[in-house]
């Protein structure tokens, strides 16, 4: 029924392929091609130093920071030395670190991300010297103890199986999401499930945007998040990050992968160079914890990007891993149905990555 949330199957391998035969999407065969690494990693997230480091270190207290590059970013220690904050120029996403944590999916795939890494938003972007900024210190005085949701912990309250949230309203802002409703046309090469599903579908509430364009909800697509819809949910409603009607019109994050990639909103961490093959980044040492990666799955887009996801961190064997929305498995994930979640190595998703960039 229109509206109704269908509860998200477990789906063998064989049913998958069957139904991506029935659509014609023969994409997930391909992807199963999995083959050894070309992208490489070289000290992802890792912030001690080296060739990016500058000598010149400010004391604040017991306060210690650093300059890194590459992207340029500040870093902040503590007395013992351990890193506290990084916080990249021109974004407002910020890395804190704090206890440890595991993010899993075990219904869909065996990896796992243990992190101490907390990204959070800032109320400006930062900017080398701004440790002294009023809005800072007061941000930071807030934050940096915090145990309040984040970035990561917004994002899998959308994962298959998470428990439903509710507002003093009544309206469930969280839970399990659907990718997006089946696509029944039956059109040959076409999508198992529909895309378009925005943050206001999954509400189910009108959503006025500050360039006075109103989203209005389809009940067909209730409770339904597509993989742009996924970050404008965890990011711009979520987190409060502002957000575009489209992809022209307002100010902030677009609605669209493609139109993500191609803003001038926050820092390019991989710049796209194109969507071809050949302009697949060869390296992604650049990559922090909550960075937008963007992707190229479907030649039917032409020069568009289609995809976009959010960077976690490595997970327990070592790969780096991203979570976004996904058809195949009918909405947010870390899993390997359609291709495993790795931006390193020579699998589906690390062969499709073209920029990535953070807000």
Not at 69 to 85: C, M, Y
Request: glycine content about 12%; charged content about 25%; overall charge positive.
């Amino acid at each position: 029924m229109a509206g109704k949330k269908k509860s998200r199957p477990v789906v063998s391998g064989v049913v998958v392929l069957a139904l991506a035969a029935t659509s014609g999407y023969l994409t997930l065969e391909l992807r199963k091609k999995e083959a050894p690494g070309v992208t490489q990693v070289r000290n992802v997230g890792v912030l001690d130093g080296g060739k990016g480091s500058t000598a010149a270190a400010k004391n604040q207290g017991e306060a210690k920071w650093s300059r890194l590059e590459n992207p340029a970013r500040s870093v902040l220690r503590g007395p013992d030395g351990q890193i506290k904050a990084v916080l990249t120029d021109g974004a407002r996403l910020a890395t804190l670190t704090g206890p440890a944590r595991t993010f899993a999916e075990p219904a869909s795939t065996s990896s796992k991300v243990s992190t101490t890494d907390w990204v959070r938003l800032m109320p400006q972007p930062w900017k080398k010297g701004a440790e002294d900024a009023k809005w800072f210190t007061t941000w930071y005085a807030q934050f940096e103890d915090s145990k309040k949701d984040d970035l990561f912990a917004t994002a899998f309250q959308y994962v298959a199986g998470a428990p439903q949230k509710k507002d003093g309203q009544g309206t469930a802002y969280a839970g399990d999401a659907n990718f997006g409703p089946l696509n029944t046309t039956g059109a040959e090469g076409g999508d198992l499930r529909l895309e378009q599903s925005d943050f206001y579908d999954y509400l189910g509430l009108p959503y006025p945007f500050r360039d006075g364009q109103t989203g209005t909800p389809e009940p067909l697509r209730a409770k339904s998040l597509d993989c742009s819809g996924f970050v404008r949910m965890v990011l711009g409603y979520r987190t409060r990050y502002p957000l575009m009607s489209s992809d022209t019109s307002g100010d902030g994050l677009p609605r669209t992968a493609n139109g993500m990639a191609r803003s001038d909103e926050g820092v390019d961490v991989l710049p796209l160079s194109g969507v071809g093959p050949e302009d697949r980044p060869s390296a992604i040492d650049q990559l922090q914890p909550g960075d937008l990666v963007f992707f190229k799955l479907d030649a039917r887009t032409k020069n568009r990007l289609d995809h976009v996801g959010i960077v976690l961190g490595y997970d327990t064997e070592g790969h780096l891993i991203f979570i976004s929305s996904r058809e195949e498995v009918n909405g947010p994930t870390i899993g390997d149905v359609g291709g495993v979640s790795r931006l390193d190595g020579n699998g589906y998703y690390a062969k499709t990555l073209r920029s990535a960039k953070r807000l």
